[in-house]
C-alpha cells in the first residue's frame, strides 16, 4: 500500500507474525529520501536512514527480523509504557490511595512489567502523507489501574526531522510516562569517537539498584556533556568512579541534546524534563560483556521514578483526561 503526498511516500509491508498476527512495517520517505521504518510490534522505531552523496546511512541500532525485536532484551526502538524506568518497591500511589504491582527489577518494576506496550502489537493505519499512527489500549495488565488509550504517532517531515507524538487517555487515576528506546550509532566510526553534548546542569543519583534517591547532583567530570565531547572520554571519567556505562538520566528542557560525528548530527528535542542515556551493545553479547558498546540509548521521558518525587514532574494522568508528549529528532547533515 502506498499513500503519496507531493514529497513524501508512505509504503506498507508485512514484517513477520506474532501467532497468527501480522506484524506490519511502514516506511516514511521524504523528498531527501531520508526514511523512518516503523513496526506495529512495540511501535518500534526501527530504522531512520539518510542518503548522502547517493549513499544510505543507517542512524540507529536496528534489526532486519521481527524475531530479534521480541528476543532482545534491549528494547531496541520500542516504545516503552505506560511508564519507562523504574518504580520504586513496585507501588506508588494516587489521591491516597495505593497500588502494588508486581516486581520484575528485584524489588522494582521496570518499564511497567512484562506485559507494557514494548511487547504489545498495535493497530495501525496511515494517518497523513508523512505520518503513520499506533493505537492500542491497555487493560491493568501488571497491576497497573484503569483502561490506557494509547496513540503513537510518528512522522518525518521535509526538514529530516522525525516527530514521535503519544497521546494517552485513561478512565481511572494511573501514570504515563513512555519513551522511545531508540538506541543511536550516526557514522562507521565507533560510538566513543561520537560527540555527545547534553543541556542540563543536573543529573539523577541513583542507588546501587539504579532507584532515584530523590537527589539532583551538579553534571560534573564523567557527567558534564554541557560542552560537546566523545562519548569514549566520558566513559573513561567513569572508571575512578568504578562504573563502566552509562545508564543516568539528566535534567533537560526543549533542546536536550545534539549526537554528532563528523559527518552528521542528531539534535533531540522534547516537551518533559528528562533524557535517560544508555551505553550498550544489542547486537553482540560477548562485546556487551566487555563494555565494547555499539550504540547509545536516548530516551526522551519524565525523570525516572518521578511518581515518588514531586520534583521530578508529573507522570499521574487522572480519570477522564487526556494528555499528550512530544520528542523530536532532527538530522543535520555537516560536511
Known sequence: MHRMGRNMTVKK???GEIGTDPVYSYK??????????????????????????????????HFD??????????????????????????KFSING?????????????????????????????????????????VKGEDEFPGTLTVEVRYSLNDDDEVQITYNAKTDHDTLFNPTCHVYFDIDDENIRQQQLKINSKRFVDVDAKKIPTG???????????????????GLKQLKPLDKVEFDDAFVVNKKAATLKSEHRAIDLYTDRDGLVIFTANPVDALKAQNHEFSSIA??????????????????????????????????????
Open 28 to 61: 516514511i520517505t521524504n523528498k531527501n529520501e531520508t526514511s523512518i521504518d516503523v513496526l506495529t510490534y512495540a511501535a518500534t522505531w526501527q530504522n531512520f536512514e539518510v542518503v548522502e552523496d547517493g549513499v544510505k546511512h543507517s542512524l540507529i541500532e
Open 215 to 233: 537527589k539532583l547532583l551538579a553534571t560534573t567530570n564523567a557527567y558534564d556533556f554541557k560542552n560537546f565531547k566523545k562519548i569514549g572520554q
Open 97 to 137: 490511595v495505593d497500588y502494588q504491582m508486581t516486581p520484575n527489577n528485584g524489588k522494582n518494576v521496570m518499564h511497567s512489567g512484562d506485559h507494557g506496550l514494548q511487547s504489545q502489537n498495535f493497530d495501525s493505519t496511515i494517518d497523513s502523507d508523512n505520518s503513520v499512527l499506533f493505537t492500542h489500549t
Open 298 to 335: 536516548m530516551e526522551l521521558q519524565t525523570l525516572p521514578d518521578a511518581i515518588h518525587h514531586p520534583d521530578f514532574g508529573n507522570t499521574i494522568l487522572l480519570a477522564n483526561q487526556e494528555v499528550s508528549y512530544t520528542n523530536k529528532y532532527k538530522y543535520r547533515k555537516l560536511n
Open 65 to 90: 527480523n521481527l524475531d530479534d525485536y521480541i528476543k532482545t532484551p534491549y528494547m531496541v526502538g520500542k516504545t516503552i509504557g505506560r511508564v519507562a524506568g523504574r518504580i520504586k518497591d513496585a
Open 13 to 15: 509491508t508485512i514484517f
